[in-house]
Structure formats: C-alpha cells, structure tokens
C-alpha cells in the first residue's frame, strides 16, 4: 500500500486559492489518487480522483505530475465553510469493495 | 441527492454492554462499509461487505463485531460487549462501481458511541 505524507495543517484567507500537496513515492501502476474532505463531527466525502495529468470538477482541480510521485489539491478562492481536513488517499480501486486507507490529512483554516 | 443515514446519532453505554448500530446505505449500492475513528485520530476501516458476505476486515474487527443486512434496506454493526476503547464515533458507507470502475464511498454522518 502506497504511504502518503501531506503537511498535517494550513492556515488561508478567505477568496485565496489554496494548494495541498501529496507525496506517494512508492506509488503503484495500477493506483489511483483520491482526495476526501471532513468537517468536523461529519464523515469523509469525496472531492476529487485522478490518475495523472490534470483532473478538474466543480469543487477542484488535481494536478499529477508525469512521474505521480506526489498530487496537488487545488481549491480555488476558498471560504470559511472550506475550513476541514483534507486527505489524500492513493491505492487501486479499480475494484469496487476496496478499502479506503485515511491517514492524517491536513487540516485546512480559513480565516476571514 | 440520496445518502447515507445512521441512526443513533450518539450512543451511550456501559462496558461490557452490547450495542447495535444502525445504516441505511444508498438504495441501489452493492458494497458496505463500516469504519471508525477515534477522537483526534485518523479514520480507520473496519469491515466490508458484499453480497451477504464480508468481503475485507482488519485487525480491529474482531471477534466482538459482527456486521448484518437483515433486510433490504438496513446493514448494522454489532459490538458484543464493548470495551472502553471501543469509544469513537462509526461511520458507515456505501459505494457502487460507476462506470469507470472507480469506488467512490459515500460516508453517513456518523453514530458517536461512548462507553462508561
């Protein structure tokens, strides 16, 4: 199982865009890269999943590099309701039933 | 949009004592999860289920827990007699393979169990 290393917080201001780094040296051909988001007292939701290159939806962009040692969450303009923790997840789910392996996250503050 | 609803929302009780907790997955999802997480720490996985059966569990599921959909709808974790570090608050989930394959899990609000 590919180990993640995320910075454990972050401190932004409303209406910046913020950037989370992942790294996932031992990342494997077949693993994909996920990205949840906790509020506190909810459970996990997911934001965003890519395999390399640049993957964008409504809420984010995941930026991957060629060698997918390491993603980049990208939240552009964020609010106060952005304040969560953010995880980075990294394994194959191409099977459905798999389970998902959290680790610290990185504790996203905005501030006003 | 549909989701995940667990029922109790908090759940006190006394060691030893048994406790089930209750989900409703999403109607039409195949696979459920139960996870746990401690205060202040990270989210672990608990057990997965599929087809009636468990699919995966670690090292947590022990032989005090056992997971059931007794019907259609409903998919429950039992704790047989609980421990003091069984207190945490339990997510459950449910996914379905979308058309690329990729599992996304849909996470319910939680039930935070607190043993005396």
């Known amino acids: 199982l590919a180990k993640t290393t995320q910075p454990i917080s ?22 994909y890269i996920t990205w949840y988001q906790q509020f506190p007292s909810q459970g996990p939701r997911f934001i965003i999943q890519g395999y390399k290159t640049k993957v964008t939806n409504e809420v ?9 040692k390491s993603s980049t969450l990208s939240l552009p303009r964020v609010s106060l309701s952005d304040t969560a923790v953010y995880y980075c997840l990294v394994g194959d789910i191409r099977n459905a039933g798999n389970m998902l392996t959290f680790g610290g996250g990185t504790r996203l503050m905005v501030k006003p | 949009e549909p989701e995940v609803t667990q029922t109790p929302s908090h759940q006190v ?10 989900c409703v997955p999403i109607s039409n999802h195949l696979y459920f999860y139960w996870y746990r997480q401690i205060l202040g720490q990270k989210v672990e996985f608990l057990v997965s289920f599929y087809n009636n059966e468990i699919s995966e569990k670690s090292e947590i599921f022990d032989d005090q827990f056992s997971v ?16 003091l570090e069984d207190s945490a608050m339990y997510f459950c989930a449910s996914s379905d393979r979308d058309r690329a394959g990729h599992n996304e899990q849909f996470f319910g609000p939680g039930t935070r169990l607190t043993v005396l």
């Open chain 2, 68 to 83: 059931e959909r007794p019907d259609g709808s409903n998919f429950t974790l039992k704790i047989r007699s609980t421990k």
């Open chain 1, 60 to 68: 984010a962009s995941l930026f991957i590099p060629a060698d997918r």
């Open chain 1, 10 to 31: 972050m401190d932004s201001y409303e209406g910046q865009e913020v950037n989370i780094t992942c790294s996932h040296n031992n990342i494997a051909t077949n693993d």
């Open chain 2, 13 to 22: 009780t006394q060691m030893g004592q048994e406790v089930i907790l209750r």
